[in-house]
């Protein structure tokens, strides 16, 4: 009986992981428009998340953009465009204003990747973390998420493109979401 669970675990668990990762991987990318202001490379069998499931998954008074989303609904990759003002060469503040404020908002913050950098002609600060939130004594389980993130300045707004999954998916979705992150192009510069 003991061996059942240890060939379950070592076994069978990363079989199932190898498979799902190839799926995933296997998911044709295909170049997508994030509303009027840019396009990317987004896994053809996600789909537009509508107004009202965008409103049922994020609640706030300034929805996204848009949001595609995986046929579970547990993986995102969302535009939003921030009215905060900043200026087209502030962009190394704004990398580190948004470093402090992604630290302040999870419990547990494990960056990967924390960079300014070219992407298609266009400068971005990017972050790769996964991060961990919990409120103690809540009773709420405690949620574990994989992030790759990127902020560019357009005419002085923030434009945020995000990718998030549940982090035990994370080395399922590693290089997908930097080729996914690598591909947007700005449209409405």
Same mark, same amino acid.
């Given at each position: 009986?003991?061996?059942?669970?240890?060939?379950?675990?070592?076994?069978?668990?990363?079989? &199932?992981?190898?498979?799902?990762?190839?799926?995933?991987?296997?998911?044709?990318?295909?170049?997508?428009? *994030?509303?009027?202001?840019?396009?990317?490379?987004?896994?053809?069998?996600?789909?537009?998340?509508?107004?009202?499931?965008?409103?049922?998954?994020?609640?706030?008074?300034?929805?996204?953009?848009?949001?595609?989303?995986?046929?579970?609904?547990?993986?995102?990759?969302?535009?939003?465009?921030?009215?905060? !003002?900043?200026?087209?060469?502030?962009?190394? =503040?704004?990398?580190? &204003?948004?470093?402090?404020?992604?630290?302040?908002?999870?419990?547990?913050?494990?960056?990967?990747?924390?960079?300014?950098?070219?992407?298609?002609?266009?400068?971005?600060?990017?972050?790769? &973390?996964?991060?961990?939130?919990?409120?103690? $004594?809540?009773?709420?389980?405690?949620?574990?998420?994989?992030?790759? =993130?990127?902020?560019?300045? *357009?005419?002085?707004?923030?434009?945020?493109?995000?990718?998030?999954?549940?982090? $035990?998916?994370? !080395?399922?979705?590693?290089?997908?979401?930097?080729?996914?992150?690598?591909?947007?192009?700005?449209?409405?510069?």
């Amino acid at each position: 009986m003991t061996r059942q669970p240890a060939f379950c675990t070592y076994i069978l668990l990363p079989a &199932f992981l190898f498979l799902l990762g190839s799926f995933i991987s296997a998911d044709k990318l295909v170049r997508r428009p *994030m509303g009027d202001r840019a396009t990317m490379l987004i896994p053809e069998s996600f789909t537009l998340m509508s107004d009202d499931e965008m409103a049922l998954k994020f609640p706030s008074s300034r929805k996204p953009v848009c949001i595609y989303t995986n046929p579970a609904k547990t993986v995102d990759i969302s535009l939003n465009v921030n009215i905060t !003002p900043w200026g087209d060469d502030d962009l190394q =503040i704004l990398a580190d &204003f948004q470093k402090s404020n992604i630290k302040q908002m999870y419990n547990k913050v494990t960056f990967t990747k924390e960079e300014v950098t070219k992407i298609n002609k266009r400068k971005f600060a990017v972050f790769e &973390f996964t991060s961990q939130s919990e409120e103690p $004594g809540s009773g709420k389980p405690v949620i574990r998420k994989y992030t790759y =993130i990127e902020y560019t300045v *357009m005419k002085g707004k923030v434009m945020v493109i995000h990718l998030d999954a549940p982090a $035990g998916e994370a !080395p399922l979705w590693r290089e997908t979401a930097k080729k996914i992150m690598n591909s947007v192009k700005i449209t409405g510069a």
